[in-house]
């Protein structure tokens, strides 16, 4: 499925730019961030210029071609080999719950390793040609993986459906359609009508801005509530079911996802109503048991005591700002990903499903 816009775009051969869409600008101006060194790439990621769970992932693995780059052609082979694994090192270090960035250096690390382990004398340039290989190889998968899990999400969105979704897990969050957003779009282009409720999701209001401005450009009918409305929402109206994305799915399926799904998960069972995690295979970490071992970022104090750059609670008060929790997978209906449906998430569902092929 084609997108209205590029969340992110590597512009050139090997000595070429990293352009994205700047999201922190949303959906005010629509400017895209030419990032040139994997300093400025890293910086991009902790302001969230660029977000969402596989964007980051693919945006870092970009990242290495930043570093390499710069590397005189020729150079000594040991030399680019320690600057590629000194870059994942560091971009490593921006953001800590999203596995996709994890995954995706990892993929770029083994990708020098192997090329060196095949050619020992291959040149600067060839190794420069195999990691941007590499790096849009896993952009274009990541393209498919969301329209896999448009295709096997839709079957959940009924017509006239009203689904809640929570922060962005669309198109801005991921080189193609997005996860969560995935089977609505695919529903929708099927002809289905549908009713989106999205939390504006503070502090920093993913919901309000980005799910607003791409659901607003699709056609589908988008109605955004103050997160502390939900409860009220579902009690009230009838919702068909909660879709939400991830940054890190544990072995039994317990999932990490923007502050507030936790909540939102909770209300589900209490209401009864299906809560859908949709989220591709490179989300998943199953070296780590469950979800007590999640990292989950916590950041700045002034992202909930000041709104639009001007403070609105006292001075000197404490704050709590974790970016994720984590949902209990007994809570979760299923989750949805490119290789299928995986319904009452748990270990052995879990590593069924992840050991098919790729879509
Ligand atoms: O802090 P963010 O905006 O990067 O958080 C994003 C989310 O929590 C998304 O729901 C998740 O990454 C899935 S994106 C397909």
């Given at each position: 499925?084609?997108?209205?816009?590029?969340?992110?775009?590597?512009?050139?051969?090997?000595?070429?730019?990293?352009?994205?869409?700047?999201?922190?600008?949303?959906?005010?101006?629509?400017?895209?961030?030419?990032?040139?060194?994997?300093?400025?790439?890293?910086?991009?990621?902790?302001?969230?210029?660029?977000?969402?769970?596989?964007?980051?992932?693919?945006?870092?693995?970009?990242?290495?071609?930043?570093?390499?780059?710069?590397?005189?052609?020729?150079?000594?082979?040991?030399?680019?080999l320690k600057t590629v694994l000194k870059t994942a090192d560091y971009?490593?270090?921006?953001?800590?719950?999203?596995?996709?960035?994890?995954?995706?250096?990892?993929?770029?690390?083994?990708?020098?390793?192997?090329?060196?382990?095949?050619?020992?004398?291959?040149?600067?340039?060839?190794?420069?040609?195999?990691?941007?290989?590499?790096?849009?190889?896993?952009?274009?998968?990541?393209?498919?993986?969301?329209?896999?899990?448009?295709?096997?999400?839709?079957?959940?969105?009924?017509?006239?459906?009203?689904?809640?979704?929570?922060?962005?897990?669309?198109?801005?969050?991921?080189?193609?359609?997005?996860?969560?957003?995935?089977?609505?779009?695919?529903?929708?282009?099927?002809?289905?009508?549908?009713?989106?409720?999205?939390?504006?999701?503070?502090?920093?209001?993913?919901?309000?801005?980005?799910?607003?401005?791409?659901?607003?450009?699709?056609?589908?009918?988008?109605?955004?509530?103050?997160?502390?409305?939900?409860?009220?929402?579902?009690?009230?109206?009838?919702?068909?079911?909660?879709?939400?994305?991830?940054?890190?799915?544990?072995?039994?399926?317990?999932?990490?996802?923007?502050?507030?799904?936790?909540?939102?998960?909770?209300?589900?069972?209490?209401?009864?109503?299906?809560?859908?995690?949709?989220?591709?295979?490179?989300?998943?970490?199953?070296?780590?048991?469950?979800?007590?071992?999640?990292?989950?970022?916590?950041?700045?104090?002034?992202?909930?005591?000041?709104?639009?750059?001007?403070?609105?609670?006292?001075?000197?008060?404490?704050?709590?700002?974790?970016?994720?929790?984590?949902?209990?997978?007994?809570?979760?209906?299923?989750?949805?990903?490119?290789?299928?449906?995986?319904?009452?998430?748990?270990?052995?569902?879990?590593?069924?499903?992840?050991?098919?092929?790729?879509?």
């Amino acid at each position: 499925m084609k997108k209205a816009f590029e969340t992110l775009r590597w512009a050139g051969t090997t000595d070429g730019v990293l352009e994205l869409l700047d999201q922190r600008k949303l959906p005010g101006r629509m400017e895209y961030l030419a990032c040139r060194t994997p300093e400025q790439l890293f910086e991009a990621i902790i302001t969230l210029a660029v977000r969402g769970a596989p964007a980051i992932g693919v945006a870092a693995a970009y990242g290495i071609c930043l570093a390499c780059r710069q590397l005189p052609d020729p150079s000594p082979a040991a030399e680019t080999l320690k600057t590629v694994l000194k870059t994942a090192d560091y971009l490593a270090q921006s953001r800590p719950t999203a596995v996709n960035l994890f995954w995706a250096l990892n993929r770029m690390t083994r990708t020098a390793q192997q090329v060196l382990a095949a050619n020992p004398t291959c040149t600067t340039g060839q190794l420069k040609e195999a990691l941007l290989a590499e790096a849009k190889t896993i952009e274009t998968e990541d393209r498919r993986m969301c329209d896999a899990i448009g295709r096997h999400g839709q079957q959940f969105i009924p017509d006239n459906a009203a689904i809640l979704t929570h922060c962005n897990a669309g198109a801005l969050a991921t080189a193609g359609i997005g996860t969560a957003l995935a089977p609505i779009y695919t529903a929708h282009a099927q002809g289905k009508k549908i009713r989106v409720y999205m939390d504006e999701t503070r502090p920093l209001l993913q919901g309000a801005r980005l799910t607003a401005w791409e659901l607003a450009q699709s056609g589908i009918e988008a109605v955004l509530q103050c997160d502390n409305m939900s409860a009220s929402l579902m009690k009230s109206r009838k919702i068909d079911a909660i879709l939400v994305g991830a940054d890190r799915i544990a072995a039994n399926g317990d999932t990490a996802n923007k502050i507030g799904t936790l909540a939102l998960s909770i209300l589900a069972r209490h209401f009864g109503v299906p809560f859908y995690v949709a989220a591709p295979s490179s989300t998943f970490d199953l070296s780590i048991p469950d979800g007590t071992g999640i990292p989950i970022e916590h950041r700045r104090d002034d992202e909930v005591t000041h709104v639009a750059g001007s403070r609105m609670a006292p001075e000197q008060i404490g704050v709590y700002n974790p970016a994720f929790d984590v949902t209990d997978h007994a809570d979760i209906t299923a989750i949805i990903t490119e290789h299928g449906v995986i319904e009452r998430p748990c270990t052995d569902t879990i590593r069924h499903c992840l050991r098919q092929d790729n879509p």
